[in-house]
């Protein structure tokens, strides 16, 4: 039988061997210390901060999606200051794309530059250069939230330490190792778990020694995941394929309908072929994602739009079953207008979020 296909390795990764009378996914494994007598690093566990079977099955599932190790942290914010703060010396320069996730920057300014590290955030335009002589490169494709699109590959192949934020596509739209990055960040809050109900994230990597040294950080720093939450993320992702399925469908639908009205500016979806990174995104990504900007002009017509919209949540974060949205200027820390609106197509039926969107932007666009 030929290898299958991602959509079909989601359903049982990480699935135990089928035993008699046993279930198809343990239950979550709730322990702290482990019964262990003589040399605790002997045994297949101790102490949970040390290493958890729950974790491990999940590290294992997410890992084979990628063919490669996976470190898991209690959120995809602990999985960045783990790659951060295991990279980073004092002297290290760190090339970072300044459109990025707004969290990851404010941890890069506020607790690795002071320590003697230079820090070059960069526009698009210019993350190349700036990665010129920077041993660490840190870039975001499609980013978070203005859904800019990088080359991977030709950003990786310089001579750069390069790690790529894979969130907003996830492992299933886009392998950024196989196009060359060193190490990939998840936050499995998003679609990998899918139900907005648990925050986590991880880290994969073909490099033995940066997953021990993230290993290792997290053993010591203490920022782990909890069982149940792992357990949970693990639950969700046979139907992975399947949501992401309906989530780009309908994402397309919506970044359409919203490209051909009136009154909405700067829609990004790298789907839409008139979109600035569609070229690189057809290249690099087997579908382009559930998440779509748009612009409405004003702060009024932005809040109007999502309080019409029944359908679609005011909610931040990405990735869930629920259609969400939020005016992004509300939390201040991106370059975004007061119109801006980052939406998250979830797994509702596409002509009933259609319709939905449709009358909410009639009320949003209405002449005051
Ligand atoms: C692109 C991106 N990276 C990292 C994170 C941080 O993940 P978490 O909220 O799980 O800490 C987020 C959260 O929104 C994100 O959008």
Redesign the pocket.
Known sequence: MSEPGPGTRVVRAGLPEPKQGEPFLPGPVFAAPFHVTGDPYAAPHAYTRYGNPTWTRYENAVGSLENAEAVLFS??????AAVLITQARPGSVIAMDSG??H??RALAETYIAPNGVELRLAPPAELAGAADGADLLWL?SP??PMLEVYDIAALAARDVTTVV?N??AGPLLQQPLELGADLV?T????QMSGHADL???YITTRHTEYAEALRHWRRYAGAIPGPFETWLAHRSLPTLALRLERGCDNAIAIARLLAARDGVEAVRYPGLPSDPGHDVARRQMRGYGAVVSFDLGSEERAERFLAAASLVTDA???GSVHTSAERRARWGGDAVSAGFIRLSAGCEETADLLADVEQALDEALRKS
């Open positions: 959120s995809g914010m602990a999985a960045a990025c996730y969290g990851v975001e980013s978070n934020d969130t907003t960040l936050s499995a809050t998003k925050l986590l994230g931040t974060s990405f």
